[in-house]
């Protein structure tokens, strides 16, 4: 079955960047999403990508899909306390539901 | 658009009895889906309905566990017999069950198994 990686921690500064990275082994997944939860709280979509594209950006958040590398990415700009959250990747493909990584406990230090 | 809606948001149960979670999925959303996540983890797929057809049943999914879906529009998941490996948040979420689809998830319902 599919298996999904993500480091489990970052921590940035205000205002700068952050790139949460998740690497995946099935190549037939179709679609990819980035999933934002907060403490005690359910997921929230932020962005998804299909399969067949390269790169979307959605305002501060941008998603980048290497197919041969089978790694996905998710950058956000100008990041704020109000990002602090744990960020989850998830992968699908047709019917079958989505499997998710572990999560990356994203800390904005002020 | 009211998005999913879990009920209760928190339970709080001792070993042995039963327990049952409702979802209320956005509305003219065909497909159902019901997750559990424990700390530290992401989310684990249960089972998923699409309409009222329950059409794939994770194997954590043990025979203490039942859900349904019976009019096709909310579901319920009902436990039986917890156990303490049991607690955890208990998401459900939907989608319109295209193709390339985009599936929303509900604020969760925790279950502690004291």
């Known amino acids: 079955g599919e298996d999904v990686e993500q480091s489990l921690f970052l921590s940035v500064r205000e205002g700068d960047s952050s790139v949460i990275n998740c690497t995946y082994t099935?190549?037939?997944?179709?679609?990819l999403y980035w999933y934002k939860q907060e403490p005690g709280a359910g997921l929230q979509l932020l962005t998804y990508?299909?399969?067949?594209?390269d790169m979307k950006q959605d305002q501060r958040l941008t998603v980048l899909l290497n197919k041969k590398d089978k790694h996905l990415s998710l950058r956000i700009a100008d990041t704020q306390t109000g990002d602090s959250a744990i960020y989850f990747c998830?992968?699908?493909?047709?019917?079958?539901?989505?499997?998710f990584g572990k999560g990356t406990r994203l800390s904005v230090i002020a | 658009d009211t998005g999913v809606s879990q009920d209760p948001r928190h339970k709080i149960t001792k070993r042995g009895q039963n327990v049952t979670f409702r979802c209320d999925p956005i509305?003219?959303?065909?497909?159902l889906y019901w997750y559990r996540q424990t700390l530290g983890q992401g989310p684990e797929f249960l089972t998923y309905?699409?309409?009222?057809?329950?059409?794939?049943k994770s194997r954590l999914l043990s025979d203490r566990f039942s859900a349904e879906r019976p009019k096709g529009s909310f579901s319920t998941l009902e436990i039986q017999r917890t156990e303490q490996g049991d607690s955890a948040m208990y998401l459900c979420?939907?989608?319109?069950?295209?193709?390339?689809?985009?599936?929303?998830f509900g604020e969760g319902s925790w279950l502690t198994v004291v």
């Open positions: 998830a992968l699908g493909a047709g019917n079958t539901p989505l499997v």
């Open positions: 099935d190549s037939s997944s179709t679609y």
């Open positions: 979420a939907s989608s319109e069950g295209r193709t390339l689809d985009t599936i929303y």
């Open positions: 509305s003219e959303h065909n497909r």
């Open positions: 309905f699409q309409n009222e057809a329950q059409l794939e």
């Open positions: 990508i299909f399969s067949n594209m």
